[in-house]
């Protein structure tokens, strides 16, 4: 049976990305490109997932008053439109880019949700019946922080795979309920934040095979420009960065998600899955906006990601 996924979007944004020399507080500024793309997190996941010829719907609650956006993404993209729509307007986020990849965020406020709009969710989501399901992104205002966590334990509960990328509060509460999800991506920031400060790269290492013993199966740790590593019940693996020429960062996150996503479609060993994973975020960072480069090129990519022990990086680390 083919995999059904489906990505959850609860507080999408239209992205203006606008290229900029150099960003510097208090300046005016001349941008050299301003570029438009409809974004959220799970919407990057799920446009990522479809430019890797996988099927895939985004679901979610839109402004119905510039829904548009979305609707010409998900039409270029051949994503199932799986989102609930509402009065009112999608927020925009501005996104201020730099050469090199340093991006400034300045996120606006969301759509407020009273919430009785998750019955309505919930109703969407048993119609779609997914078997991965991906959980990514920000709450809007009106929205308890349990929202994920619910979602989680309801979709763990019918032996849906739930791929968790979310921080904070909602985080923590997730990992609170006794089923767990199957995967979760946190930074190493959003891992502190839930197990503790992290004072090396060892104690980070330690804390996210302290959340694979607590009971899930898949742990990988974002580090950005430093890689990512990766802990299962096959071990832990660390993926340098592949050094490309990268355009912008946003999205490069979703797109780590996405190539996660992809590996475990393909029923991947933890070496695969790094290597995907890691090629899909570089890959990313060569495209504004959410796009993967040819299926070849990402395969090539793949192959180019250096993969170490996750003790001996930690453990080089330590020395340098």
Known sequence: MPERIVTVTLNPAIDMTVGLDAFEPGQVHRARSAVTHAGGKGVNVAACLADWGLDVTASGFLGASNADAFEALFRAKNVNDGFLRLQGET?????????????????????????????????????????LIVLSGSLPVGLPSTVWADLATDWEGRGTRVVLDVSGEPLMEALSRPILP??????????AAVMGPIEDDAALLRQARALHAKGIPLVVVSLGSEGAVFVSSEGALYAAPLKVGALSSVGAGDAMVAGLCAALVEEAGLERLARLSTAFAGGKLRKVGPHLPPKQDIEALASAVSISAAEDWAMYSRLI
């Open 91 to 131: 927020r925009t986020n501005v996104k201020l880019a730099e050469p090199g990849g340093r991006t400034t965020d300045i996120n606006l406020p969301g759509l407020s949700f009273d919430p009785a709009l998750l019955t309505r969710l919930n109703d969407r989501l048993l119609a779609l019946s997914p078997t």
């Open 182 to 191: 199957f995967a979760v991506k946190p930074n190493r920031d959003e891992l």
